[in-house]
């Protein structure tokens, strides 16, 4: 696939500052995700403190809020809460390496013993290569972060469209 270039915005990129909130915890699920080879290695988000909630609503972040896309096409794999989009968000962001990921993330528990209440969260790395590369030529470009002549798709993040 052959770009026309970089895409350009007026907008200076800057990491969310929820997901920069889980880069440990991102980082530690990935490393577990790239020891599973390919099965799915599961944990859970805990809930926000009030703590943390009231640090982010200052930013003007409800973190308990919806999970709203600034993809051009306003779809996005659902990720529950802003909360819960900022451990997605780091997850990509940490996967240094480049690999194909999955991130689910699955229904609220209560806290159980030690295990604080929060949302069952899943990653495993998929296969790459040319594999990867068939699966996304048989996406359509709403569902593809790049069209075939490179310009954004329906899954390019608008960063005018973001909170932070």
């Known amino acids: 696939m052959e770009r026309s270039g970089p895409v350009r915005s007026s907008v200076t990129f800057q990491r969310d500052p929820v997901s920069v909130r889980w880069d440990a915890a991102a980082a530690r699920m990935l490393q577990r995700a790239y ?3 390919g099965e799915w290695a599961a944990s859970r988000l805990a ?3 009030p703590v943390q909630h009231a640090r ?3 930013m003007g972040i409800d973190v308990n ?3 709203n896309a600034s993809t051009m096409s306003g779809k996005r794999d659902n990720a529950r809460s802003r ?3 900022g451990f997605v968000r780091s997850v ?3 996967n240094k ?3 194909p990921v999955e991130v689910e993330i699955g229904r609220h528990m209560p806290a159980v013993g030690t295990i604080p209440a929060g949302r069952v969260v899943r990653v495993r790395i998929l296969r790459g290569g040319s594999v990867a590369q068939r699966a996304v030529r048989r996406k359509g470009e709403d569902a593809r972060i790049f069209a075939d ?3 954004p798709a329906g899954r390019w993040s608008d960063p005018a469209r973001r909170d932070w």
Do not use: I, N, V
Request: charged share 35%; with cysteine; proline share 8%.
């Open 65 to 67: 809020g919806p999970d």
């Open 83 to 85: 909360w819960c989009r």
């Open 97 to 99: 390496g480049g690999r």
């Open 92 to 94: 990509y962001y940490q």
């Open 149 to 151: 002549d490179g310009k």
């Open 56 to 58: 982010f609503y200052m």
């Open 35 to 37: 020891e599973a080879k």
């Open 47 to 49: 809930d926000p403190t």
